[in-house]
């Protein structure tokens, strides 16, 4: 599927993995972004990716315990960013121009400082 | 060779994940009290693992999703993230009973204290996660757990009534019980179901076939590991189940002890026997504690859409890393508790099989799925035989707290 052609958001965009220019992991579409006024037609602005954009999607109590143990990052990616849909959502740029990954690549600069890692 | 290679994986799973402590205890315990009357549960729980397994790995192959990708994808937020929940839960507990199995193996061997040893022998299976390459770690795991082997050995020494034997293939309820061992013996069916498809096997399975990268070529060698492989740790447990039948029924011993066990290889083969069975155990149960440790840490990554993959160094996969590390100090904190490894297999049964036709629901759902799948969707036979476990797997979901509490976890 290409960025132009017609889809259904939930069962096609939300909850598929997202993979960069270099196939790397970045996430998972938690949620859409749309916009558009009164009376014009919906255009889908931008994926969301963060424990901020999943947990409004649970109830209240749990919208709350999760944000308080995953925090209430989203990261927003532009939908002209994506190339292609297919079981997964790949990006036309890197994750890190995004600001995707930003906690994986932390890690991993910690990780590379323990031997044999 | 690559053929080989994936063999091998199949192998494992098959002796690591088949014959994990949990077939050890139920496979001895049921023919100690049933004879051969459960063996037809073995062999047909076997037939819905390979048929889950080799789905799995064909859509791995054709569709390129791991199971938790696919669960967060059909099943939405509200379904998935309690399913991840209460798997990663079950698939820690699990990991604690094969480290606690794995000591009172280790115990039997050198009869060094059992926390000590539950200490050290997590610690070895963390140095050897982190420091080998996995192929290695696969193949070692692998090829010593085959030394499992040696309980068909002794069956075929024990010459046990062949006729008698083919006979328990068939399905059947044993006639004659009472209903208080009806009750106990319905438990004892529905816990070998959940022992035989623990949840963990296809999570490892098809995250192995995605990282492997498996094509359409591959699927050859996915049907051939799922049933040969399968059918291999299938053998093996129904080895432990008649020998079990033949030297502890007549003498009304209840072989609860995973240690029990290897007392089957040392009466036909003396000391030799019991150092191969209990060499075997170790093996085989160590290796399940590998594959249940890292299979909470790819539902973890999975479901949220992390870097996972144990063919990856440590750092360059963290997350996936520090969630693996956690699964393993989290059971090695179980063992250390003092709760019996028993009670933890037993958890672990009646847990994993509440999850199971929530981990295989949207398998079922993308295998059918022409667009993912295009010509290798599931045929009339995957559908047929998956869709009768599915329901076998509901009423068994259902059944399975109830039965727990029934029989004081089989003990009434």
Redesign the interface.
């Known amino acids: 599927m290409r960025r132009d052609d017609p889809l259904r958001l939930l069962s096609e965009v939300r909850?598929?993995?997202?993979v960069d220019r270099d196939g790397?992991?970045?996430?998972?579409c938690d949620d859409v972004e749309l916009d558009g006024e009164p009376g014009s037609p919906l255009r889908v602005a931008a994926l969301l990716?963060g424990p901020g954009a999943?947990s409004r999607?649970?109830p209240g109590w749990m919208m709350r315990l999760v944000r308080r143990v995953a925090g209430q990052r989203v990261t927003s990616v532009p939908w002209n960013c994506i190339e292609k849909i297919t079981?997964?959502i790949y990006l036309s740029v890197t994750g890190e121009s995004l600001g995707l990954r930003k906690?994986?690549d932390r890690?991993?600069r910690?990780?590379?400082r323990?031997p044999?890692? | 060779m690559g053929g080989l290679i994936e063999i091998t994986l199949g192998i494992m799973t098959a002796v690591g994940g088949f014959v994990d402590i949990s077939e050890l205890v139920f496979a001895a315990q049921a023919g100690s009290r049933f004879g051969f009357a459960l063996i037809w549960v073995f062999a047909f729980s076997t037939i819905g693992i390979a048929c889950y397994g080799e789905m799995s790995g064909r859509i791995a192959a054709i569709a390129k999703q791991p199971v938790f990708n696919l669960m967060r994808q059909r099943l939405g937020l509200h379904w998935g993230f309690p399913t991840l929940i209460v798997s990663s839960i079950v698939n820690t507990i699990t990991c604690a009973a094969e480290i606690g199995g794995t000591a009172l193996v280790l115990h039997l061997l050198t009869g060094w204290p059992y926390w000590l040893l539950a200490i050290l022998s997590t610690l070895v299976l963390v140095v050897v996660i982190w420091v080998l390459p996995f192929k290695w770690i696969e193949r070692s795991f692998g090829l010593l757990g085959l030394t499992m082997i040696c309980f068909a050995v002794a069956t075929v020494q024990l010459h046990p009534d062949w006729h008698a034997v083919a006979a328990g293939f068939v399905p059947q309820v044993p006639r004659g019980l009472p209903t208080k061992d009806l009750v106990v013996f319905a438990y004892f069916a529905v816990a070998i179901v959940s022992a035989v498809m623990f949840p963990y096997e296809t999570y490892f399975y098809s995250s192995g076939g995605i990282e492997e990268n498996w094509k359409p070529k591959d699927l050859k060698v996915n049907r051939i590991t799922t049933t040969v492989g399968f059918g291999l740790g299938s053998l093996l447990a129904i080895a432990i189940l008649i020998n079990a039948a033949i030297l502890f029924r007549p003498l009304h011993i209840d072989p609860q002890l995973p240690g029990s066990a290897a007392l089957e290889v040392a009466i036909p083969f003396g000391t030799t026997g019991l150092l191969l069975a209990l060499l075997g155990m170790l093996f085989a149960i160590s290796g399940a504690a590998v594959e249940t440790g890292l299979s909470t840490a790819y539902s973890i990554s999975q479901f949220f859409g992390w870097e996972w993959g144990r063919y990856k160094r440590p750092h360059e996969a963290p997350r996936f890393t520090i969630a693996w590390l956690a699964t393993f100090a989290a059971a090695l904190g179980i063992v250390l508790t003092g709760i019996e490894p028993l009670s933890l297999v037993e958890w672990s049964i009646v847990f994993s099989i509440v999850v199971l036709p929530l981990t295989y629901l949207p398998l079922m759902l993308i295998a059918n799925d022409r667009k993912y799948m295009g010509e290798h969707v599931n045929g009339w036979l995957a559908n047929g035989i998956g869709w009768t476990f599915y329901a076998v797997l509901v009423i068994a979901a259902i059944a399975a707290l109830p039965l727990y509490f029934a029989t004081q976890g089989g003990q009434a």
């Open positions: 909850d598929l993995q997202i790397r992991n970045c996430g998972i990716v999943y999607r649970f079981g997964r906690v994986e890690l991993e910690i990780f590379q323990i044999l890692s």
